[in-house]
């Protein structure tokens, strides 16, 4: 283990554990629902780099600890955060994504319970989903003034088509896991008693298999989408527009308080904004004034 590289013993937010040549990581947060925030993603990242190290290692399960795979950002961690300072954040959304991506082993995410938001596009960014049969699917964003561009908007359509990705993310659609297996968000639903023997069972066959392979493989299967980088960068600046924005902060803050947030207001603003702006040009309110 290098020494860029914390011990899984040091880890306080995630659990790391190589057995048998599987590494295992799982978010450890499930007081909140396994939602993450900088200091989850820095080990998370720290975790599944490490198994670089350790060619014996064939391949990596992700999970969370217990009743949900995970909800996503934790918005106490996301209210904090605005244009200023959201690279701290895009970055390291970014990293794991690209982490997950760029290894030469197959990843799974291996999901019970809720998978929303930024949780649902942790697991879009690995290379298999096996879900229990409680798990849903969402992409809660546009409920709470969150903007999914750090992955859902780029994968989905290519998963479940335009038409389906659109209406999970404008209308925050949820899907139970069988209609998710059904419409190729996912691979796999097994009853939640069987999720990890089933994970233990996809992990022993591709230990089974040629490791040059599937590390060839994974690169190749990835190419068209590894082309999507520029939308990724692109997503990351629009999403630091929203980060601290009057409307980001009304949904969030609205989800915690156990209320619904009230968006119309920004609507109604911004109706008066341009008939003042349409107002001024009926008065010639833009002609050059003389001097």
């Known amino acids: 283990m290098s020494p860029a590289t914390q011990s899984a013993a040091a880890y306080k937010e995630i659990l790391y554990e190589v057995k048998d040549g599987?590494?295992?990581?799982?978010?450890?947060?499930?007081?909140?629902?396994?939602?993450?925030?900088?200091?989850?993603?820095?080990?998370?990242?720290?975790a599944l780099k490490s198994t670089r190290n350790d060619p014996s290692i064939a391949c990596a399960v992700v999970s969370g600890t217990g009743r949900a795979f995970s909800a996503g950002g934790d918005f106490y961690a996301m209210m904090r955060l605005n244009r200023a300072n959201s690279c701290h954040w895009n970055d390291r959304m970014l990293g794991l994504c690209m982490t997950i991506r760029g290894l030469a082993i197959p990843v799974i995410a291996m999901v019970q319970g809720a998978c929303m938001g930024g949780g649902h596009e942790l697991a879009l960014w690995c290379d298999l989903v096996i879900a229990s049969d409680d798990a849903v699917f969402g992409q809660t964003g546009a409920s709470v003034g969150a903007c999914p561009t750090v992955g859902a908007t780029q994968y989905l359509p290519r998963l479940i088509g335009d038409r389906l990705a659109k209406e999970m993310i404008f209308l925050a659609r949820k899907f139970p896991a069988e209609e998710a297996q059904r419409i190729g968000l996912i691979n796999k639903v097994v009853p939640k008693a069987?999720?990890?023997k089933v994970t233990e069972e996809w992990c022993e066959r591709i230990k089974g298999h040629s490791a040059q392979t599937l590390r060839a493989t994974k690169k190749s299967l990835n190419f068209e989408s590894d082309e999507l980088y520029a939308s990724w960068q692109h997503g990351m600046e629009l999403l630091a527009e929203i980060w601290g924005s009057e409307e980001s902060i009304e949904g969030m803050r609205a989800f915690l308080e156990k209320r619904k947030p009230d968006f119309n207001q920004f609507r109604m603003r911004n109706k008066k904004m341009v008939e003042d702006y349409l107002a001024g040009l009926a008065a010639d309110e833009n002609r050059a004034r003389k001097k």
């Open 22 to 46: 599987v590494a295992w990581v799982t978010i450890n947060r499930p007081e909140v629902l396994n939602a993450f925030r900088e200091q989850t993603l820095d080990e998370l990242i720290d």
């Open 194 to 196: 069987e999720l990890r």
